[in-house]
């Protein structure tokens, strides 16, 4: 049976290339969006067209009991999940405070913190008694900054990074890794950054900065190292790791994009 990787947020960015990855090296993938059905067929096909083994589910994490069901179906259906990518977004965009009502901060909270802690409440007693398992968590510069308008996600996101820290306090000991990767820069992710841009601006932005300037981040070149996290030795974990393009300055000088 397929050791299972289960990848919570498989869009055309992070999430779809990291599937890809992990399919290539022999994982089941099973693959969790919001909305787009076709997508995720598509997506469900390709890695099956390469020889691989995956299936789809379309959930919203926000709403109760979808990531609890999908989990203990996968485990009870087809196999231990070894390998979870966590890699839901949190951004509702730019909003000042005076125009940032309750339901639209708590939403942020809701992606980035409590689908995460409800992900780990349900899939961590599985992996403990197992003695393994990997968590990598998908980040941004929000976990380290906040900015003006960013009261939701920064705050979300911020909230993320100490629960991971927790997390890794209470179940490294007991062998279950994880990791919490900032993404400090721009992806190229059609589904995500260009679907918040629009097509011709996010077209603009991949002429400026992405193609030959590699100034955009590769969402291929960051599964390889969600891969190579996930096969870290115990004695050398990763627990937190940033990336970001050669050509942006990192979050403690001047990188003022407030949209990562
Ligand atoms: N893109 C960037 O520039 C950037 C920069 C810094 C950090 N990040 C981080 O990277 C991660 C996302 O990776 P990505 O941008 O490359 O995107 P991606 O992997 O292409 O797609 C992520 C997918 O998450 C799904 N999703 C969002 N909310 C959901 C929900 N409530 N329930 C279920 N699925 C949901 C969306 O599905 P649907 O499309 O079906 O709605 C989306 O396609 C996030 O953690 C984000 O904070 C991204």
Redesign the pocket.
Known sequence: MKPICLV?????????NTAHRFASEGYHLAL?????QE?LNNMVKSIKDKGGSASGHI????KDDCIEDVINTLESDIGAIEVIIF?????IGDVSLKDLSYKQFELGWR?ATFALFRTASTVFPLMEKRGKGTLIV????ASVRGNPKQHSHASAMGGRRMLCQSLNAEYAPKGIHIAHII?D???D?P???GRMLGPKNFQKLKESKGMEHDGLML?AKIADTYYHIAQQHRSVWTHELDMRSFSDSPWWNDNNNSY?
């Open positions: 919570i947020g498989a869009g055309a960015g992070i999430g779809g969790c969006r919001r909305s787009n997508g959930l919203n994490a926000v890699n839901l977004g949190a951004q992606m998908t980040s941004s510069t993404v820069g721009a992806v992710a589904d995500t950054l969402p990562i």
